[in-house]
């Protein structure tokens, strides 16, 4: 079994930044992807970035050129670099993963932007 817990969400004003960090524990004999989807309100999951193992990145069209997706190996931790904030971009952001062919969920963390 994996674990994935995101940090770093907050309260931000229009034209900041935030990063979120989504560690990842457990059980992980094979990663084939990871990455970020948020939810806002009333509105339904849409995916914003993901990186694959072999270090092939995509990212949601509404966040290329502001947002980041790392990951540091060592650590077993995704971030998100997020610049630019709108306020369209306030939504729960939740971590995602793909190991072992099982898809796995974070708990998800609050990014409210005010404008």
């Known amino acids: 079994q994996v674990q994935l817990v995101e940090s770093g969400g907050g309260l931000v004003q229009a034209g900041g930044s935030l990063r979120l960090s989504c560690a990842a524990s457990?059980?992980?004999?094979?990663?084939?992807?990871e990455g970020w989807y948020r939810q806002a309100p009333g509105k339904q999951r849409e995916f914003v970035a993901a990186?694959?193992?072999?270090?092939?990145?995509n990212y949601a069209d509404s966040v290329k050129g502001r947002f980041t997706i790392s990951r540091d190996n060592a650590k077993d931790t995704v971030y998100l670099q997020m610049n630019s904030l709108k306020p369209d971009d306030t939504a729960v952001y939740y971590c995602t993963g793909l190991y072992s062919g099982r898809a796995y969920w974070g708990q998800g963390t609050q990014v409210t932007v005010s404008s």
């Open positions: 457990g059980s992980i004999f094979s990663r084939s992807a």
């Open positions: 990186i694959a193992s072999g270090g092939v990145i």
